[in-house]
């Protein structure tokens, strides 16, 4: 009987495994993942789990019982040493598994701090996975001091969530602004002042020399510009790499993550890849994308592909940001954008669209989730929309759809 083999026990893993037997795969399924837990979302890690709103239960992604149930082998808490091509298996531990079909769902990594810089320092952190949050949380607390190095989505998160927690946050962001390598400078100058009324500190332009600390642990930080901090704890959000190094040693071909063709096929026509490792083609270029929706939907193209489908993953990218009270929906992708059109509305309520030439390309917005809506739909549909409607903030957006 056929053997399908998952590399990689998070959201795209436990996505492809549930849509093959939906998809009335009867052979065996193995899933294997590093950590020692059910597979679980990410996303609530650095907001509602952190914060004390969500009992760990409530981040997996489904009951021990579903995978029993559905006769799919959990192999948690251990990791694959090496894949071997040429003979179908997996080395796990003292065991090989043999495999006729393998799917690398392996994820990402968290770029971390230099150790000649203190980045092995007790009291550094980055927002990962269960084990790094958990030790975390007891120094998330009134009156305590934080600093956050990088002002991208995982940092400005993490100062979100220091912040509400009554912690003293500093945040530096090498770059001229945050979030610069994602988003316009609106969208910028919009998190700035929310978290800035916040009373988070926010550093632009300005890195971490060096962190500085007592008996192994973190005590302080020296800034790029001179600036010395006490600190009791830092938050790293510099960014993910995707995690290759099995595929590599298999020789599979990557580029900027595991190459795969518009079906998730790799190099081996053996093996597949989905999720945040995996790079695909998609309008002409090649692109990975870092997020919960394309961790589920491609590996659920990948699943009925390896039962024959032959189905091309289209994505459609969105994103989303929890911070303070504010929801930051983004669809889309704004690489190449020349201008940006502000549709304003009440309080905290904005959506800021992208345009390349005359074509809608990404929409930002914050709090506004029928601007995000109708932007999605005209994004996924090829059409754009009139910048003069979108710039009234008294104009009904959905005639754009019938356009």
Known sequence: ???IVVIGAGQAGSSLVARLRKDGFEGDITLIGAEPHLPYQRPPLSKAYLLGEMELERLFLRPESFYSEN?????????VAEIDPEAKTVTLGNEVIPYDQLALTTGSDPRRLPASIGGDLKGVYVV???????????????????????????????AAVCAKRGVKVTLVEMADRILQRVAASETSDYF??????????????????????????????????????????????VGIQPSIQLAEMAGLDLENGIKTDAYG???????????????????????????????????????????????EYMATPWFWSDQYDVKLQIAGLNSGYDRVITRKGDGQTVSFWYYKGDQLIAVDAMNDPRAYMVGKRLIEAGKTADAAIVSDPDADLKPLLKA
């Open 1 to 3: 009987m056929s053997h």
């Open 71 to 79: 006769d799919i082998t959990l192999r948690l808490g251990e990791r």
């Open 128 to 158: 990962r996975d269960l084990t790094h949050v958990d030790e975390m949380a007891p120094w998330v607390k009134e009156g305590a001091r934080a600093l956050i190095v990088g002002g991208g989505y995982i940092g400005l998160e993490a």
């Open 192 to 237: 700035r002042k929310l978290h800035t009324e916040y009373g988070a500190d926010i550093r632009e332009g300005v890195g971490l020399d060096r962190l500085v600390g007592e008996n192994g642990r973190v005590t302080g930080a020296v800034l790029t510009d001179g600036a010395e901090l006490q600190i009791d704890f830092v938050v790293v959000g």
């Open 265 to 311: 096929r790799t190099s081996d026509s053996s093996i597949w890849a989905a999720g945040d490792c995996a790079s695909f083609p998609y309008k002409g270029q090649r692109i990975r994308l870092e997020s919960v929706p394309n961790a589920i939907d491609q590996a659920e193209v990948v699943a009925q592909n390896m039962l024959g489908a032959a189905i």
